[in-house]
């Protein structure tokens, strides 16, 4: 009998849980203990009253290992809802990243233009150096981190990536 084994494929997940000490950490020991890497992470507050909290998480994993996944988070106490935004259909994905690159002359001219095709935002500014806040799809932003490599790259910091299902459904 030949096992087939089978694809890791990319996932987004939203999970609506209680906000409580350890919950993140809990998560995040169901990927860990199957040795599958979070890829991006994203925690935040939905609710005035500060009591439930949105996390999302990007990963790989095989159908059948996710599935495992989902049905573990599911079962966790303060865990109200798990959404994989992917499995469920369309949905907007966004990032945000603050970058620092130095630059005079001919470069810093280059990096105001780039950041211009790229609708970066200057949020700082110095004589010698600017920081773009650069916000859409992981693949801008990693494609505009590249081209300012190019004049003069000094620093990145990503938010990870947020995501919201289309449509009027909430999660």
Known sequence: MH??????????????????????????????ARGYNIESLTVSEITDDKSVSRITIVTSASPHVL???????????????????TAEGDHVERELALVKVAGTGDHRIEALRLSEVYRARVVDAT???????????????????????????????????????RGREAA
């Open 67 to 85: 599935e495992q996944i989902v049905a573990q988070l599911d079962r966790l106490v303060p865990v109200h809802k798990v959404h994989d935004l």
């Open 3 to 32: 096992i087939k084994e089978e694809k890791a494929e990319r996932h987004t997940l939203a999970i609506i849980v209680d906000n409580e000490p350890g919950i993140l950490a809990r998560i995040a020991g169901l990927f860990t």
């Open 127 to 165: 004589i010698s150096s600017f920081v773009f806040e650069v916000t859409g799809t992981t693949e801008k932003i990693d494609k505009f981190i590249e081209l300012m490599s190019e004049v003069g790259l000094i620093e990145v910091a990503r938010t990870g990536i947020v995501a919201i299902a």
